[in-house]
């Protein structure tokens, strides 16, 4: 599959979309997140999608890349689990993950996702369950 670049200099030079002033890639802004759904699943349907190398992988999250997200919004349906949300849509309980993302992406155990893999073993049973942020490995 052919790869879309993003230039993360010129793209950095981009207003935010939300406030007009400040810019795209800084703290405040983060352009899709994956939500506490995918902890335990890691289902990478979303990464066949996506047409830049945005996702990165940890033990049994994914995490968007703030720097590489072209905010296409692709990845959203493709997710199993619905754990994939543009941030002005994300659920008033999830809103704490916009921050998570953003420091896991820049974490050195997140390596860039660029092929789909089978999920997790127990993704099925960790599918519908609620509440699994005390289970996210950094």
């Known amino acids: 599959r052919s790869k879309i670049t993003s230039n993360s200099e010129s793209a950095a030079r981009s207003p935010c979309g939300r406030c007009g002033h400040r810019y795209r890639f800084d703290s405040h802004a983060m352009t899709h997140v994956v939500t506490e759904a995918c902890i335990n699943c890691k289902y990478t349907d979303c990464v066949d999608v996506c047409p830049v190398d945005c996702f990165k992988e940890g033990p049994n999250?994914?995490?968007?890349?703030?720097?590489?997200?072209?905010?296409?919004?692709?990845c959203i349906p493709e997710c199993p689990v619905n754990a994939i949300f543009a941030e002005e849509d994300l659920p008033k309980d999830q809103l704490h993950m916009t921050e998570i993302n953003a420091d896991l992406?820049?974490?050195?155990?997140?390596?860039?996702?660029?092929?789909?893999?089978?999920?997790?073993?127990?993704?099925?049973?960790w599918a519908d369950k609620t509440g699994k942020l005390p289970e996210l490995k950094r």
């Open 61 to 74: 999250f994914l995490t968007i890349d703030p720097d590489e997200c072209i905010d296409c919004a692709v």
């Open 105 to 125: 992406a820049r974490s050195p155990v997140f390596k860039t996702l660029t092929k789909s893999k089978p999920p997790l073993p127990e993704a099925d049973e």
